[in-house]
């Protein structure tokens, strides 16, 4: 039943909105657009910065040449180029099967007490600082082999990137619709094929994602490799030798007394963060034509 | 990889139900002596061979009881509404037909449930050919993230079939089947998920018939549709019942009455009344039964 409209509440009639509202409105809108820029402004800068002092360094010789010895002009760092691409892969090798498995297994089956362990245990090492992790490898893999090497650089690597692929991966796995499974199950799948032929290449385009951050953040590691992968002043591409690799070259040249070394350490800067840009801008249209075609 | 299907192939205006895939198969189960000559008089022709039937069948939802008791016979090459006000049931019951509800946690059951020769609750049940010999459409169309043809050829795949020609084959009758083939005849290797939601309806249909189910449930296939793609799945419907048995739950008394051969009414969870269509809606024997149908509740 309607109640008669009391003369004190006026119809409700439409006129723009209030002052007040305007001003809150504005005022949001502008705080919004402060934080953005404000968050762009760090990577502005260093793009800034790592542009106006490594492109005069970033010559065709810094890709083909091996460093010089001090005080001989020019040379490169081919030798880390080729070692930062040995030991990123390998920990690829290492970390992508454990994390994706470690992610697709937690997002299937992981709602008991073990699963939510195994989640605790990878967020833990995933906060591990990243030189616990080299000295870590470097008790592990480098004291046992005798020698630095490669391999413990792709190692330390490895178990850097394991925690941020697996808990990504289980974020991106969850995210495939039930009903695909309940497809796939009504047609007599048994699980472990829904997982593998419509669960993980439902979620293929995030877990690559995934992969790639974990990857970037990985290649401008520093502290893992100084025990582990050494650095190396020569060439070699030998897995169990110790190997250059860009970041810690950049650590030797950026705090060496010779302007020359400076000028490649913003170089070779500048090129870890193309390297990674251009790794994940190609991994990322492939995925999309694929995602297209099948 | 070009999934193009060669346009020379023979014309099939008679579908022949190819031969049982893989060794997973079952004693090929004759298809129902032609109904199509009397399709009024289908019912009455005769005994139908029983192709589903629940006896005194309960389950339970942890403490809540979602089945009660239901006995229920469902002739082969029929097709049978299952209707009733929504939490009565009636999908619950359509899942237990192919074991879906085990995905739930806390469900248990009581009682029977054969499906031709199968004891579907048994043990010694494997869910997986269960689940092959009754497919099931769901309520909202869910196709695979793939193509077309890889929608339709996942079943096939998934029996172990590695044959090309013989996958084209299949795939094709199967999209013949579900009236979809000549819409994607030219695009088979297109994402399913570009095709409108009826198209996407009428594949996951050709998917479920692929891979040769005796009993298709379909749970409100067309609730999430518009009326032209829902007139089409319910002449589908009326098409398929020639070579299965269907089991259709529906929140739409007018499409019971257009599609089904028989249909059952269910109230909280119990079986009320179970009859041909035309006489349930006609002159049902169970009060409430009128009084859901005549809108007195519900």
Redesign the interface.
Known sequence: MSRARPDAYPRLASHGPSLPRRVWNTGFVGFCGFSTLLLMLPLGLIIWHLVSHGIVALTPGFFIHMPKPVGEPGGGMANAIVGTLIVTGIGLLVSVPVGVGTGVCLAEHGQGRFGALVRYTADVLGGVPSIVVGVTTYALVVIPMGHFSALAGGIALGILMVPTIARSTEEVVRLV?E??R?????????SW?VTQ??VI??ASAGILTATLLALARAAGETAPLLFTALGNRFWSSALDRPIATLPVMIYDYARAPYPDWNRQAWAGALLLLLLVTAVSAVLRLTTRRIG??? | MTLEVPRTMPPKPEIPRPAQIGSLAPPVVPPPAAPAAAPAAGIEAGPAKVAVETREFSLYYGARHALKSVNLDLPEGTVTAIIGPSGCGKSTLLRSFNRMNDLIPGVRVEGRVRISDLDVFSPSTDVVELRRRVGMVFQRPNPFPKSIFENVAFGLRMLGLRDAAELEWRVEQSLLQAALWSEVRDRLGTSALSLSGGQQQRLCIARCLAVEPEVVLMDEPASALDPTATARIEELVLQLKSRYTLIVVTHNMQQAARISDRTAFMLEGALVEVDETRKLFTSPSQRLTEDYITGRFG
């Open positions: 619709p009903s695909y309940h497809a796939a199950l009504a047609l007599g799948a048994p094929k032929q419509v290449p439902a297209r075609t099948s």
